[in-house]
């Protein structure tokens, strides 16, 4: 069975970090391009950071610029978010997704919201 599961939400303090993973089961993450996306109550999903399939294809929204990291651990089949300096404004459920084909670029999956796979979320919560 194929499916995806995040982990690492939570409650923090603004200025605060946290770090999400995406574990795939029944896939090989290296051979897709894994997006992190986010849905904020009444707002559409939207993409935050993909990365993908080959080195250096790495796409952050505007908002995560230099504040959030992507990365993959391929022997553990893992993506990670670290996100530092948390704002209220990040506040949402944050979903992994996982796309094998097209679209095969890490800005196009995220322009799009795109995946072929996606996990069930985890809830990220800024506030004091």
């Known amino acids: 069975q194929l499916q995806l599961v995040e982990s690492g939400g939570g409650l923090v303090q603004p200025g605060g970090s946290l770090r999400l993973s995406c574990a795939g089961s029944?896939?090989?993450?290296?051979?897709?391009?894994v997006g992190w996306f986010r849905q904020a109550p009444g707002k559409n999903r939207a993409g935050v950071s993909c990365i993908g399939s080959r080195d250096s294809d790495e796409f952050y929204d505007d908002s995560a610029k230099g504040r959030f990291t992507i990365s993959r651990d391929n022997v553990r089949n893992m993506v990670y978010l670290q996100m530092n300096s948390l704002e209220p404004e990040d506040t949402a459920i944050y979903y992994c997704?996982?796309?094998?084909?097209?679209?095969?670029?890490?800005?196009?999956?995220?322009?799009?919201?795109?995946?072929?796979?996606w996990g069930q979320g985890t809830q990220v919560t800024v506030s004091s």
């Open positions: 029944g896939l090989s993450l290296e051979d897709y391009v």
């Open positions: 997704s996982a796309t094998n084909g097209w679209p095969n670029t890490a800005q196009r999956v995220c322009d799009l919201a795109w995946g072929d796979y």
